[in-house]
């Protein structure tokens, strides 16, 4: 381990070098980091997605290419190689188990146990995780934990933290874009997204809204509703039954983006070659608006 860890170091000054950006994934075992990388990497994750010891990888979030590093915590704690890695790193995503009491008290233990070994120029996210969980720690009571408070309290840092669900994607955008402006200095998802059509449905599949951007889609009208029966029979189970829930599927020159909050789905048509992250981004605040 000591030979790969030292290989990172070495592609990581290389990257620094080449001016990229490095940003760090840490968290307990189960807290949902390496689905975090998955993320980031697909779009998606799966179920029983084995947890990393250690992960390095470049990856393209909107304009910006960056270097993601996966670490164990035993690697965190106690590697020499990694305690130097943290001194040089750009950002920093600590996620937190949030699913009771107990795992969130692990989490900030596992935090401070690593806080004086990262540098205050550091941008520092927190993903308080597992949110679509219905026994889940209230988001207002971890932001009174007094673990937190310190960490807010440090005005020299810049620090944010997000309620998320890592597994269906809920505001997991919204808080990268957050950590990636921090580091590269500029607004990350600069790409265009083209919409091609909206499709809003009701709870148990019936239409409350449907609207076409743009008319030259209606000729793969067929192909696409074809499709889209076809993802939301696959999906039923988790579309119909989950309070919460975001995937992507890809028809052709076509993409679907399939969003589901509460009783509420979303389905948006975009380019294939559209930025995912940005499309995934654009149709929860079209639901969101319609919601309301």
């Not at 390496?34 to 250690?54: A, E, K, M, N, W």
């Not at 709870?203 to 609207?211: L, S, Y």
């Amino acid at each position: 381990m000591s030979n790969y860890l030292s290989f990172i170091r070495d592609k990581l000054i290389s990257s620094q070098e080449q001016k990229i950006p490095q940003l760090v994934i840490l968290g307990l075992e189960g807290s949902g980091k390496s689905s975090v990388v998955s993320r980031l990497i697909y779009g998606t994750i799966s179920d029983g997605q084995p947890p990393q010891v250690t992960c390095y990888i470049n990856i393209t979030y909107g304009k910006s290419v960056i270097t993601v590093l996966e670490a164990d915590e035993e690697t965190a704690r106690e590697s020499p190689y990694f305690q130097d890695i943290l001194g040089k790193i750009d950002g920093i995503v600590f996620v937190i188990d949030g699913q009771s009491l107990r795992h969130i008290e692990a989490s900030f233990e596992y935090i401070f146990s690593l806080f004086d070994k990262i540098p205050q120029s550091t941008s520092i996210l927190f993903l308080a995780n597992k949110t679509d969980l219905p026994d889940s720690v209230p988001f207002p009571d971890l932001l009174q934990d007094p673990a937190f408070q310190v960490i807010m309290d440090d005005i020299n840092r810049s620090v944010s933290i997000y309620p998320v669900s890592i597994k269906t994607g809920e505001n997991f955008y919204t808080a990268f874009d957050w950590i990636i402006s921090r580091m590269t200095g500029r607004t990350p998802l600069r790409e265009e997204v083209n919409p091609k059509r909206v499709i809003i449905l009701q709870e148990g599949g019936v239409p409350a809204f449907d609207h076409t951007f743009d008319k030259s889609i209606e000729e793969h009208d067929s192909t696409l509703l074809g499709g889209l029966i076809s993802a939301l029979n696959i999906m039923a189970s988790t579309i119909f039954e989950s309070e919460s829930v975001m995937d992507v599927v890809k028809l052709g020159v076509i993409k679907m983006v399939i969003r589901k909050m509460g009783p509420w789905s979303i389905v948006l048509f975009v380019d294939r070659d559209d930025s995912e992250s940005k499309a995934q981004s654009l149709a929860e605040e079209i639901l969101n608006a319609f919601i309301e």
